[in-house]
């Protein structure tokens, strides 16, 4: 069993000197930002407010062509005060005016405002950059009043570029690879990349599938932390090759551009960067083009000798591009939405992760130091109290294993369903997945298997339960949606026409129920409706609603190559689950916990509408409903089951887009929370939130506003916990979503061994006496398939080959913050530890693989699928 973690996070150590660097600094002058927007609202078309300048191009181009360029300020072009270009000595006049004018240019190229266009040309050409010599200590935080990391925001992207740069100057050798990889730094919106260039090629699977290393770099700050962390990421880039791309109407794909410097020799070692640029096809032109903000469109205006590809070529010839045509190379990152399949799988193994990791470590050293290893936490559990796995060599254990989880399942729904018989409707598109589906449902629950028949509507009586089921097909519900192409005159309308019909028909070719009842409905993927909005999952979910049925899909069984019985088994499970079926394990803490504790899990759910609130109760000693969702129209919790479907049709007095505001549904979202806290102070409460989605919402969850056991709303002063309930604790889980902001992790081994990975609850080794900061790991799931601990892609010999076909899987790190522990009484303090322990232990069950966030937030974001109802997602100015 491993005893610690590696995380792959980097501070600076506070026994060293701090890390200054010397920058010229531009800035965007205030002449610029008054005549170009005036110029570029000339041709806004759009119902939507004009946010400002579409600078991130002219950023991108300028780092395309001036090496010197090191990074580009947020904002800068709507505030003159902020820095604009950072760069490591003064780029050449030429060079950033000639980008500059050409991107210019672009705002409004349309001859109906070309004298516009001129005049201001002529304003803005007297304007000379000026360069300030400054200095920036990229280590220097301020402290907010809980003690967490103040930093200046010009770090956020100022700091991943400066680690990107650096680390591309050196090399980075694999185990079992004959030469080095180096890699080329990319600009993201969030952080910075670095892509390991050329790209490599697996031979397997008929040859020809390219991919690339890839380290992700961004920073952040933790609670209660007194210095910025960058965290550093590893992964696969996976490339499209062949002849042809076919690229769906609607659909667009990114292009990563190696091209040689406008100015300077253009040799390869002059190319630090790729440019980031889209390829789409353009309705109204009848091709495809590089879209609107790509950078090598204005390359191929600014350089008038050179030339560049047009997305056409591209996409025509995707592996000769990729390979490199005349000094230029163009890699289209490889999508599932592509309609194209890849051999390559996702994801890197530990061992390469640490490898990686050891290399980072090494180029930032001595500016940056790792953050310390994290270590089990002394004296508390890791996972509830769970049944016993039972090996698959002793049937009679494994058996008496199933029989126990079958009898917790039916107390379960018992208590769900209070008495009432349920109803179940499988409809299936193959005749002969009915029986596979009702007999896996019937297993689940120990129903005998002489009450499972052929009939199309049967009744099963068992261990006080009564299951009446109907067998149905699909027919023609099944087909996509015909929605009208991309520049058809009030599109947004009829798409959202078109799913109300099939709306109403799902609704009206079922018998309404007022009863509990499911639907197990058999669905071919996502990846069949290629055609945008085409896809009727969401919009059928909302149809068997409206007739008093909660739905669960299943992919279609006949002719699939995965697990089909782990396919069935997980839909049945997850029907259970929308019941509002409970079967947790008891936590096991080292004290007991308070009598009738109840816990409650909120997320926020965005849609088009807006932002919504679900908050999700479970109640373990409940005999009855022990699940269920706070209702706001009826100020009062209701089953689990009722609200999803009641959330179905809410959407309709939700409101429309346009009468709501984002400050609107925060202040909105404050109040309900505030109204949920009232209503739990009767009892002993955990409340459990996930901060990186409600932050926007909730700003007091902001890192920088977090203090120990206080909780704050808008206007509201932060008050001690004990306001809003004597017995109420709050957890809060950060995971890694799309800004990267928990780190990648392993468990490192001694020298020669591959690295692996860990389950458990940790929390930094030099951690003070008052730490709530913790991280919960879990196991790989069950159902995926086994790996070679120390198999590996980016090697040259065979097996690495091989390895690179194979998909790996990191479990989920989760960061929990025990924010307010402390009871009632300020002189008695609850432990950190054994409430991050609790919060932990909710990722596990006996029935379903480890959860991504604890059981009753990852409820919570279940129900955000029944909460918005489908439409058009092409923009109404279009």
Known sequence: MYNQIRICAFEHDPSRDPWVERFHVAKFAEQWQTELTDLYALGWRSAEAMVGLPVRRLNQVLRAVAPGVLATGRGAAADPSAPWIYTDGEVPAEVVRAAFL?????????????????????????????????????????????????????????????????????????????????????????????????????????????????????????????????????????????????LPHRRSATALVDTPLPWGDGGSAARTRLSVNNIRYDARQGRVVWGRNSPVGLLSDLDVIGSYPKAEEVISSPTAWLT???????????????????????????????????????????????????????????????????????????????????????????????????????????????????????RQLGCPEEQVTTEVRQRWFFDGLEVRLTVSSLGDLARKVDVPKRGTPQRPAAVREAHRARRLAAGAAFPRLDAPAIALVELPGGDRFTEPDSDPKSTLRLGFADSGRLTQFIRPLPGSGDDVDQRVR?????????????????????????????????????????????????????????????????????????????????????????????????????????????QSRDRPTLLLVNSGNLRESWPSLANGSLMRDHLGFTGIQDQRVGAYGDELRVVLVRDRNSREEVPQWYAPTPEGKPAGFASGLWYPGD????????????????????????????????????????????????????????????????????????????????????????????????????????????????
């Not at 007991?592 to 000693?621: E, K, M």
């Not at 409101?655 to 109204?675: C, F, H, M, P």
């Not at 009632?824 to 609850?830: F, L």
Request: one cysteine or more; hydrophobic letters at 40%.
């Open 324 to 442: 490199g045509r005349e000094g230029k190379a163009v890699g289209i990152v490889y999508s599932t939405a592509l309609e194209t399949t890849h051999a390559v799988g996702t994801g890197l193994m530990p061992d390469e992760r640490a490898e990686l990791d050891e290399w980072v470590a090494e180029g930032l050293k001595p500016l940056l130091r790792r953050v310390p290893d994290l270590v089990r936490v002394p004296r508390v559990r890791n996972k509830p109290a769970l049944l016993p796995a039972a090996p698959k060599i002793k049937p009679e254990q494994r058996e008496k294993f199933d029989r126990q989880v079958e009898a917790d399942r039916r107390r379960g729904l018992r208590a769900a369903l209070t008495g009432d018989p349920l109803h179940v409707d499988v409809v299936t598109i193959f005749p002969e997945s009915a029986d596979r589906i009702l007999r896996e449902f019937a």
């Open 102 to 246: 050409t991107w210019v240019m672009s705002l409004r190229p349309e001859p109906e405002h070309q004298a516009a266009l001129d005049r201001v040309l002529d304003s803005i050409s007297g304007t000379a950059i000026q360069w300030l010599p400054v200095e920036v200590d990229l280590t220097s935080v301020d402290l907010s009043e809980g003690g967490t990391a103040l930093p200046p925001r010009r770090l956020y992207s100022l700091l991943p570029e400066l680690v990107a740069t650096r680390l591309a100057r050196r090399s980075f050798r694999a185990r079992k690879s004959d030469g080095e990889t180096r890699f080329r730094v990319v600009n993201r919106d969030q952080g910075t990349e670095l892509v390991a260039w050329p790209p490599r090629f697996t031979p397997f699977d008929g040859g020809g599938h390219f991919f690339s290393a890839v380290v992700r770099i961004t920073c952040h700050t933790v609670p209660f932390t007194a210095r910025l962390r960058v965290h550093v990421s590893m992964g696969i880039r996976r490339w499209v090759a062949g002849d042809r791309l076919f």
């Open 767 to 878: 951690a003070a006496g008052d730490n709530r900061v913790f991280a919960s790991t879990a196991d790989l799931p069950r159902s995926f398939p086994k790996t070679p601990r120390g198999l590996r892609k980016l090697g040259d010999d065979v097996s690495s080959q091989y390895g690179a076909t194979v998909s790996a899987w990191n479990p989920q790190y989760l960061e929990i913050t025990s924010l307010c522990v402390a009871s009632g009484d300020a002189r008695s303090p609850d432990s950190a530890a054994e409430w991050a322990s609790v919060a932990h232990q909710q990722r596990f069950h006996d029935e379903y693989d480890p959860l991504a966030q604890p059981f009753p937030v990852h409820l919570a974001k279940k129900a955000g699928e029944y909460c918005f109802s489908t439409g058009s997602n092409e923009d109404e100015a279009e």
């Open 570 to 678: 997980s839909a049945c499970l997850d029907a259970f689950r929308q019941l509002g079926v409970f079967t947790s394990a008891e936590p096991r803490t080292r004290s007991p916990l308070p009598t009738g504790l109840q816990y409650v899990g909120l997320w926020v759910v965005r849609g088009a509408h807006g932002r919504r609130l679900v908050a999700v109760r479970v109640r373990p000693g409940e005999e009855v409903h022990q699940v269920t969702a706070w209702d706001d129209r009826v100020k009062d919790w209701v089953p689990y089951r009722r609200f999803l479907l009641a959330s179905s049709t809410a959407d309709a007095s939700f409101g429309t887009k346009g009468q709501r505001n984002a400050n609107d549904d925060r202040l909105d979202v404050e109040r309900r929370i505030r109204s949920i806290l009232y």
